[in-house]
């Protein structure tokens, strides 16, 4: 903007004032292009209609009353309002008109881009963004937009120049860099794709840059490094750049909607700091909208700013008292800090609200077994089956709340049945092999069956809590040097997972099996599997 307007300076001085004056005359007369219609504005806020129409019937007297700047400053605007608003192809006649008078602007044909790739027209999309480039080639978003819409219509290579053109004006570009390496994959150029979704990587740990550089490893035959990113699964058109053009246009809204919008994206793209300044303008926008203050202290939360996050799920309850995700937020951000009472007072809010809540029920039930009140859980793993049967983790811990009760019997024959229910998880196959190798209670045990579940688990994942069961099962049948075999390289791999607790308990047990000494306690009494937590 500076260095054009050094340039029209320039060209004044040497025309004269008299140049200046005729070509003043000329722009304010100049002609307008006609007014296009509105288009259907259902569904949008109230406010934000009348506001369109305001601006839509003042816009003949506006335009024709100025230069072409200004007349053209007031057909982009309408449009700029009516792309926030995603009334795409109605923005377009506006930002045409903008475009017509005011041709060296890179706004409108910029604009007109976003315009048709909304509208799912990368033909068209791609000419304005050709025009936006040529008009100011270091504006990185337009160059970003152009390789983008390069890709769709598959050309790669061309796509790839206007990335590199982008990098080398911004090299922190993280989506100048991922779509580089986009563009090198779909030519099968896999080292220098490898190397510029690494290099994105370095800038953003990105769950689309992971798998797309999964697919890159996997095509070149690497299939450790590839499995290691393709777990990471995402949205390859969520990594878009900074772009203050774009970024703009929620702000013409005065609604907090947008900012929502934007903010919800960035969570998915995991970028926080993006999330939470959006998100927070929403909630300054909607401060009664108590669903934006629970997503806002979300993303508070998974950026690490725990206090704010609390501030803003006590928030969200003021506003919405009648809502029960706020309490749950609540719960597991103080069962995350160990305070298990007032997560026990949140998840309780929260099944009170919607007795439905399946995720709030779980937790409910997990933490009063975390706390001791065993009995008082069973309730609620029932009531979360009752909402959905298929959920494995309320039926695990129903499981073992009826273990921590003593009521070994009936937790075989619970795990029996959710194995034979749901055989993918073998967390149910290999807690009913405890209890067979090592429950208390006689009538339970059965050494053979132990022995059998815990050799067909054995084949697929070779753990130490699994060697620690089959030494039980050997035990339990009298084959007590086997027991001391699968009991040391438990031992070994508890060692080597940092887990002193558990290999000290083991030890002991050791002992008991070289005096020839069967195990009696299929979990020891502090083994986390009786105290769930989520991660912190």
């Given amino acids: 903007m500076t260095r054009r307007f050094l340039m029209v300076c320039a060209v ?21 292009p006609a007014l296009p219609p509105l288009g259907d504005l259902a569904g949008l806020d109230e406010s934000l209609q009348q506001r369109i129409r305001t601006e839509h019937a003042g816009l003949a007297g506006a335009a024709g009353s100025g230069s072409k700047e200004q007349a053209a400053d007031a057909y982009g605007r309408l449009g700029m309002l009516l792309l926030a608003s995603e009334r795409y192809a109605a923005s377009a006649p506006f930002f045409a008109a903008a ?39 270091r504006y990185v978003p337009s160059l970003i937009w152009l390789g983008e819409t390069y890709l769709t219509l598959g050309r790669p290579a061309e796509a790839e120049r206007q990335f590199a053109a982008a990098i080398a004006i911004q090299p922190a570009s993280v989506a100048a ?41 996997r095509a070149i035959g690497d299939r450790t490094r590839a499995e290691q990113h393709l777990k990471r699964t995402g949205d390859a058109a969520s990594v878009v750049p900074d772009d203050p053009l774009m970024d ?60 704010a996050a609390r501030t803003a799920f006590e928030t969200a309850i003021r506003v919405g008292p009648e809502l029960p995700k706020p309490h749950y937020t609540l719960g597991l951000l103080a069962e995350t800090e160990a305070r298990d009472q007032e997560a026990i007072d949140h998840f309780t809010s929260a099944v009170r609200l919607d007795p439905n809540y399946l995720e709030a029920q779980a937790s409910l039930a997990d933490a009063l077994r975390r706390s001791g009140k065993v009995q008082e859980s069973l309730a609620h793993y029932l009531k979360a089956l009752s909402v959905n049967p298929g959920a494995s983790q309320a039926r695990f811990g129903y499981a073992m709340a009826l273990v921590r009760l003593g009521r070994h019997r009936d ?43 815990t050799d067909a688990l ?22 007590f040097e086997d027991a001391t075999q699968w009991q040391q390289q438990a031992i070994e791999g508890a060692t080597s997972a940092g887990q002193p607790a558990a290999a ?22 502090g083994d986390p599997i009786f105290f769930p937590r989520p991660a912190a």
């Fill in 99 to 137: 475009r017509t008078l005011r041709p060296e602007d890179m706004r409108w044909p910029y604009y007109l881009g976003h315009v048709h790739t909304r509208l799912q027209e990368p033909d068209k999309a791609v000419t304005f963004f050709e025009e936006s480039s040529r008009i100011d080639p």
């Fill in 458 to 479: 054995l084949r697929s994942n070779r753990s130490w809590t699994l060697f620690e069961t089959r030494a039980m099962a050997a035990a339990e049948l009298g084959q």
């Fill in 248 to 307: 703009s246009l929620p702000g013409l809204l005065g609604t907090g909607a947008a900012y929502l919008t934007r903010g919800l994206e960035a969570v998915d793209r995991r970028d926080w700091p993006t999330a939470v300044l959006n998100l927070r303008k929403a909630s300054e926008l909607s401060p009664r909208d108590a669903a934006v203050h629970l997503n806002l202290g979300t993303a508070l939360f998974l950026s690490g700013d725990r206090a």
């Fill in 504 to 525: 000290a308990h083991m030890q002991r047990v050791l002992d008991g099996y070289r005096r020839r000494q069967p195990c009696r306690t299929p979990w020891r009494p």
């Fill in 12 to 32: 004044a001085v040497c025309l004269g004032e008299c140049s200046r004056t005729r070509e003043n005359a000329a722009d304010s007369t100049a002609a307008v």
């Fill in 177 to 217: 860099w991922f779509k580089r390496g986009r563009a090198a994959l779909a030519v099968r150029d896999y080292s220098n794709a490898a190397a510029y979704l690494e290099r994105a990587l370095s800038l953003s740990d990105s769950d689309p840059i992971h798998y797309q550089l999964g697919l890159v490893y």
């Fill in 411 to 453: 937790a075989a024959a619970w795990l029996r049945e959710a194995s034979a229910m749901q055989p993918e998880q073998a967390g149910f196959a290999h807690a009913l092999a405890r209890l067979l190798a090592a429950a208390p209670e006689e009538s339970v045990r059965n050494g053979h069956e132990a022995a059998q579940i």
